[in-house]
């Protein structure tokens, strides 16, 4: 029941969730700032003001795809072989050791798997910005995607947009290919 209602957030599409935390966010009757209003703490703009708009389309962003890393968590968790912790227990090994020494390195290529999906969706983040904010107010929540987007359909210059999409491909492509090379020579 519990996993059930915390995977939730990545079934409900990208822009169901712009639409609600949109309401949700809004200065006048948004439900954050009801809240806020009832102990005292007032009101925020939070996707009005420069300050506040990227910290509040990353919580949104950071909400959608928790579940995501959490569900590729779990599984290794789950996956980590049982006679190790027990042995480590027989050895009299303390929880902190046990820990640091035998779950975590077994756990790494998990964590980095997932840090990478991470990033990844992080970088392609589109819907959530667009329909939130529409890359403003000012600049102040532009992303790379978001960018491509109005150089492409907005400027209409669809070759400028192409451009940048390549090489921003190249670019993501090169940078999660050294790493993984990186991460698999230290594993060696």
Known sequence: MYRTLFLLPILIPGIIIGA???????????????????????????????????????????????PFSFLLLLAAVEALPRDIFEAAQIDGASTWRT????????????????FVFRAIIAFKVFDEVYLLTGGGPGTSTQVIS????????????????SAMSVMVMFAVTLIIGVAMTRQKAQSV
């Open 99 to 114: 820990m640091r020494r035998i779950t975590l390195p077994l756990l790494w290529p998990a964590i980095f798997t997932t």
């Open 20 to 66: 609600i935390w949109k309401l949700m966010y809004n200065y006048q009757f948004g439900i954050i700032n009801q809240m806020l209003s009832g102990i005292g703490l007032g009101t925020f703009d939070w996707l009005g003001s420069s300050n506040l708009a990227l910290a509040s389309v990353i919580a949104v962003d950071v909400w959608h795809w928790t």
């Open 146 to 161: 978001f960018t491509i987007y109005q150089r492409f359909f907005v400027q209409d210059n669809p070759g400028y947009g």
